[in-house]
């Protein structure tokens, strides 16, 4: 099993749908959890973070499920500028921010 | 506050060369790690420095070697180059200890020939 994986793409959604992404991950002792987001060609941007509690960011929302070890992004009111590959991100040990492990991306490309 | 910048932007190099890249931290971040990303894949972990030592490594030979300087900019070198090193190599920096995320810049993108 590999440490992280993600829904496999790419996911094609019309504007103003709602959109889900689940990742899962294989390290029971992960305690940091992030979203990403990646533009074609450029650097991965974090999106967010992803809290026991679960947390919104204006339409994002995420979610930890520790029991099934997943994480998942919501996406509401899809915008054409959210088409974009979304990469999960779980660190390997519990604590260092730098060792983390990213899954392979899932492509989003929100049509008009 | 700067971010992380990383230098060159574009690379071109020959089978059995060498490389180095490098790396600039964001201000005030102590840690920076290095990612290889290839086509279609999510960015895979090299290895991470913290004071100047390094501080964790993923699965890369030998021939994938860092440095990390007392103002914290970096360098990844890499030797005897391979076709399939070519790749994004990609730089993030953060503050050991705190919850900050990383920080990426924008990349060096590698093409082995």
């Known amino acids: 099993r590999k440490e992280v994986e993600q829904d496999p793409g790419p996911f094609n959604v019309p504007e103003g749908a709602t959109v889900a992404f689940n990742c899962t991950y294989s390290?029971?002792?992960?305690?940091?959890f992030f979203w990403y987001r990646q533009d074609c060609r450029k650097e991965p941007k974090l999106l967010m973070s992803?809290?026991?509690s679960g947390n919104e960011d204006g339409r994002f929302t995420a979610q930890l499920n520790r029991a099934s070890q997943y994480i998942s992004l919501l996406i509401r009111d899809s915008k054409l500028s959210d088409s974009a590959t979304y990469l999960c991100?779980?660190?390997?040990?519990?604590?260092?921010?730098?060792?983390?492990?990213f899954g392979k991306g899932t492509k989003l490309s929100v049509k008009p | 506050e700067t971010g992380v910048t990383q230098s060159p932007t574009h690379l071109i190099k020959t089978r059995g060369q060498q490389v180095t890249l490098r790396c600039s931290s964001q201000?005030?971040?102590?840690?920076v790690s290095w990612y290889q990303q290839a086509l279609g894949q999510g960015p895979q972990f090299i290895f991470q420095?913290?004071?100047?030592?390094?501080?964790g490594r993923g699965n890369f030979p030998p021939r994938f070697s860092g440095l990390q300087f007392p103002n914290y900019s970096s360098e990844l070198n890499v030797n005897a180059l391979e076709l399939d090193d070519s790749a994004l190599y990609l730089c993030?920096?953060?503050?050991?200890?705190?919850?900050?995320?990383?920080?990426f810049g924008n990349g060096t993108r590698l093409t082995v020939t």
């Open positions: 420095y913290y004071r100047e030592e390094e501080n």
């Open positions: 991100a779980v660190n390997r040990y519990g604590g260092s921010q730098g060792n983390l492990i």
């Open positions: 993030a920096s953060s503050f050991r200890g705190s919850n900050s995320p990383l920080h």
């Open positions: 201000s005030g971040h102590n840690t």
């Open positions: 992803v809290y026991s």
């Open positions: 390290n029971s002792a992960s305690q940091s």
